[in-house]
Structures are given as C-alpha cells and as structure tokens.
C-alpha cells in the first residue's frame, strides 16, 4: 500500500514523512518522485499535456504572497488535465478570513464544493497539519511560517540530483537566513535520509540554523559545520543553496551583515568555486546573488524553477492518480 511508502499520505505536510526509498526508488507503481519527476519533464518539453486528471479540481489558498508555488501547481494541474477551482494570493484579504473566519472552518467550507486537493500556504507554523485534521481531501503544504516548504524540498532534491547525478557525498553550504528560512530546514531534513553528506551551515552568528535541525542531522549521521563567511567554503563545496533574507518573519539578519559581502554570491566566490559547483536559490532572490552570476553555467536557479513544474505534477498525480 502506498500510505506505508509514504506515511502522512494522503497530505504533504512535512519532509520527514518522504523516505529516501519514495523519493528516489526503487520503482514502486504508485510512487516514486523522481522517476515520475523526470517523466513528467520529458513530456512538458514535448508539449505533452495528458489527461489524467481530467474533472480534479484543486483549490489554492494562499495567506501569503507566492510567484512559483502557485503558478507552478496551476501549471501542473492544467498540463494533467486538471482545473484550478479557487485560487486566492492573499487569502487574509481576498476570503472570509477578512470577516474573521478561522482556518479550519474555511478548510471545511472548501470541502464542501468538493475539490480533489487543497494546497495550502500559510504564515503560521502548522497551519498545514490543522488544516489536515478537518480536511475531506488532501492537503498540500506549500509553506507553512517558518518551519516547512515539503514541495520545495522535494524539487530542491531532485535538482540537486539531475544536476550533480548525485546526493550521498556531496558537500552542501546552507547561505544567509538559516534561521527563519523554512526552505533550507526542510531542505536538511531531505538531506538528512542520504550518506555521506556535509552540510556548511554558512550566517551570521544571528541568523544560525536551529538547534531542532541540528539535532536531527545529528541522530541522522549527517556531519555539518557553522562559518561566517561563503569565500572560505567556496572552494569546498559542490552545491551553494543561498537564501533570501526573511524580512517578513522577524528577520534577526542585520543590514550591516549584508554589507559585509560574507554572505552573497558574486564573482569573486564565482571564482573560488569548483568548476562543476552548481548554485540554488528557492528564490525570489533580492540582493544575495549578484546578477554577474546569472550567466555562469553554474547558476542554476532559473534551472531549478523549472524543476518545480515537473515534481508538482509528479506529486499530483502520486496524491490524485496514484492507481494510473
Ligand atoms: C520561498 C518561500 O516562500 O519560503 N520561496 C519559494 O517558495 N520559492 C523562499 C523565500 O520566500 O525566500
């Protein structure tokens, strides 16, 4: 059965509930992310569009403001022959929320139209999982207060493997707002089921990653260390994941940190970095990568935009497909 694959399935609400063996294999008919990631890539490039999904409806409700999740799961419903039936950017404006409607009770007043899926961004940590309780339909989380970004996770790993060919052994530095970045913890706890890996934990000493996930990697066997400034792992690592200063959730990170030039990517760390290196960002990206980098073959952060196409729909048909 697929839920004992994938504990917590139907919903997406945290990256521990993916094991290493649904994310990358063996082949399982009902799931297995990248293999249906990498099918479902060749297709789009093809100008495939399928219809398995023909009459699903998904609902977005989004509290916060979002460019590639939401687009990208529109993308992937429509390119499965899908429909988006509700679709909200700032849910505490555009929905009842603004009358004082609880989550929950807009949750349960959603079901009642009957979509297949609901994905759900939220600015409270654990919005996903209360959405989950009173859900009739699966709920996606895509993005919940500072703790989880599951579907970023899983497009971050499958990026990491198309272009290195590879996850166990690689040495990673984690840039910027390690602390309130829900991308990069749950980024570590993908990491964290694969061998041999060495996360750099590159920030301020007031914006440091949390001793939750530390403590993970910890029991996981994962080696990381913490430095102040990328131009001493540059020459070290093979992938740099940088991160976008988190203003809006009570940012610790000083402007004067950003001044420094320790955490931002630029030609100068372009030139300590190995030649097969490969730079992430989950964007959007303000500041922290200097457009001079956008040109190397190591940039591949519009690269990885794209890869969100394709895991979203591999998810969506996984959650709403999983017998086809
Ligand atoms: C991230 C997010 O919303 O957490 N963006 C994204 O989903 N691509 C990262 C960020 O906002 O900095």
New binding site residues.
Partial sequence: MISERFPGFPHILEAQQFSREWIEGPFFREAILMDRANTMQERVELKWVRTLLEHQTMVQLFY?E????RASFSAAMLRLGGQTMFSTENAGLFSSAAKGEILTDTIQVLCQYKPNVIVL?HHQDDASKEAAKVSSVPIIN??DGKQQ?PT?ALLDIFTIQKELGRIDNLRIAMVG?LEK???VRSLCYNLGKFEGVHIDFVSPTCAQMKPDIKAYLERRGIVFSESTSILDVAPEIDVIYQ??V?KERGSNFKSNDRKLGYFTVDGKVLERMKKDAIIMH???RVDEIAPEVDADPRAAYFRQ?AN?LSVRMALLRIILAPKE
């Fill in positions: 916060e979002s460019t590639r999740t961004r895509a993005g970004h970023q707002d970045s829900r991308v991160t976008r988190q989950p964007l959007p935009v969100g």
